[in-house]
């Protein structure tokens, strides 16, 4: 079966941006693959846990580091058609909580893996 890729209105591949806590990376891993297999660009995380680098103390975190990631992940969300929150078991910590406002505000489609999981066990025979 010859299956088409869903395309944004301009007729390209859709564009997707993950969010979600960086605790769920092999979620994210198997949403990402999943997604891409459908034809969808998928952006991602740059990193799941923090780089150990010389001489910087991220609990000082004194350059704001962090914040400047937190601000390169607002721009992926700026560049999606939507966005996809890596939510299992519907967990959603303060800063995906704050990605899914930003990109409501942006008038982006948000969809949740938890939501969807359940829908597709919603889909299998009745007791």
Known sequence: EDRQAPQSAEGEA?????????????EFAEVNQRLTMEGCVVISLGMFSLPDLPDYDWTVDSSDLKGRLGGVHFQKIRM???V???DPGGYLGESTRREIAYAES????VRYLSR????????GPQE
């Open 106 to 109: 942006l008038g982006k489609p």
């Open 116 to 123: 969807e999981r359940l829908a597709r066990m919603g889909d």
């Open 80 to 82: 999606a058609g939507e």
């Open 14 to 26: 859709k564009v997707i941006t993950l969010c979600g806590s960086t605790k769920f990376e092999a």
């Open 84 to 86: 996809y929150i890596v």
